[in-house]
């Protein structure tokens, strides 16, 4: 316990911030590699990947408790057991909770299963987003609650389109803009599959910045072995003349280097602008491993021949 302690104590916000206060993933802390906890104002989430014995989760809540006194509600999420509904080890869940991250909301669904609608290691995405966006066209694939879409908006983008087959987190999405008065005209929702509505995103196209965030895996609709080459071989046609791609990945069976070679081999004409990490609050044993986010612009003018 006392490990927690110490690490949490090294992140803990001095503000209503979104903030990971433990990161046991990147399998930095011994016996610690199923735990996760953030902190989203007064209300503390913990997600497990492995059952604890109630004694040590009572001891843990009683010790942010201490951490964090302001703190409302104290949540567990068990990610190892499909459908189980948070439970609360302290407090009363909240009806409504948000996550504030530089200066923007983004709603919480605290009850909907495993994912709450909002990805807390993406923050260094978002702001990579946000500084790059003034004035782009931007295709947001994989949008999910559309946080990107948010952040590129807040940045000053002319027009966002996101598409995503989930439809739920899609409307979660349309929330987020209206949470942060930004405006719906910018903005489209597609409900769709990705890799079948190519054609569809063509028409929409050219972007100037495509934003790329699918899962690590997710049944027949992506395995990163096999959809990351397929998705970045298809990427050329959408893009604008000086168009840019913002990869994300977060595939324990693919490194950064592995999706480095996908874009040489299917996107030479890029080349890679910036490389970032989630950062300090999400240390890891192996940084080719862990989340990381490539920034590719292309060098020269090149014009595409249809590939589909
Ligand atoms: C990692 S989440 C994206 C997170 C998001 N970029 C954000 O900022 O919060 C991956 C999303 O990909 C979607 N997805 C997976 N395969 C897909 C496919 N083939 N076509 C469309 N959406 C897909 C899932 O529904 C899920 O919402």
């Keep these: 316990m006392q490990t927690i302690i110490t690490e949490i104590k090294r992140h803990l916000p001095q503000d209503e911030e979104a903030r990971r206060l433990f990161h046991g993933r990147g399998r930095i802390f011994p016996?610690?590699?199923?735990?996760?906890?953030?902190?989203?104002?007064?209300?503390l989430w913990i997600t497990l990947f492995a059952a604890r014995a109630p004694a040590w989760r009572a001891q843990l809540a009683a010790e942010l408790r201490k951490l964090r006194p302001q703190t409302t509600c104290i949540a567990l999420?068990?990610?190892?057991?499909?459908?189980?509904?948070?439970?609360?080890?302290?407090?009363?869940?909240?009806?409504?909770?948000?996550?504030?991250?530089?200066?923007?909301?983004?709603?919480?669904?605290?009850?909907?299963?495993?994912?709450?609608?909002?990805?807390?290691?993406?923050?260094?995405?978002?702001?990579?987003?946000?500084?790059?966006?003034?004035?782009?066209?931007?295709?947001?694939?994989?949008s999910y609650t559309c946080s990107f879409s948010v952040a590129?908006?807040?940045?000053?983008?002319?027009?966002?389109?996101?598409?995503?087959?989930?439809?739920?987190?899609?409307?979660?999405?349309?929330?987020?803009?209206?949470?942060n008065n930004l405006d719906l005209r910018r903005v489209s929702f597609?409900?769709?599959?990705?890799?079948?509505?190519?054609?569809r995103l063509r028409k929409l196209g050219p972007f100037d910045l495509i934003i790329c965030d699918p899962p690590f895996a997710?049944?027949?609709?992506?395995?990163?072995?096999?959809?990351?080459?397929k998705l970045i071989a298809r990427l050329g046609p959408l893009l604008a003349p000086a168009g840019e791609v913002i990869a994300c990945l977060n595939a324990p069976q693919m490194s950064a280097t592995d999706l480095r070679s996908i874009f040489a081999e299917n996107l030479p004409h890029l080349d890679e602008d910036c490389y970032l990490t989630a950062g300090a609050d999400f240390p890891g044993a192996d940084p080719d491993r862990g989340l990381t986010i490539q920034h590719y612009k292309q060098l020269?003018?090149?014009?595409?021949?249809?590939?589909?």
């Design 190 to 199: 597609l409900p769709h599959e990705i890799f079948r509505s190519l054609s």
């Design 300 to 308: 020269s003018k090149v014009s595409y021949q249809r590939t589909w």
């Design 31 to 43: 016996g610690y590699q199923d735990l996760l906890i953030d902190s989203y104002g007064s209300l």
């Design 218 to 229: 997710q049944g027949k609709n992506f395995t990163a072995e096999t959809h990351w080459p």
């Design 152 to 179: 590129a908006l807040a940045g000053g983008a002319r027009q966002v389109v996101n598409i995503d087959m989930n439809r739920g987190a899609l409307q979660l999405g349309r929330t987020n803009h209206q949470l």
């Design 77 to 142: 999420q068990r990610r190892d057991l499909p459908h189980e509904p948070p439970e609360v080890l302290y407090g009363a869940l909240p009806s409504q909770a948000v996550a504030h991250e530089a200066g923007l909301n983004y709603q919480l669904r605290l009850t909907a299963g495993q994912n709450i609608g909002f990805f807390i290691d993406m923050a260094v995405g978002r702001k990579l987003v946000r500084k790059n966006s003034a004035g782009k066209k931007i295709l947001n694939l994989f």
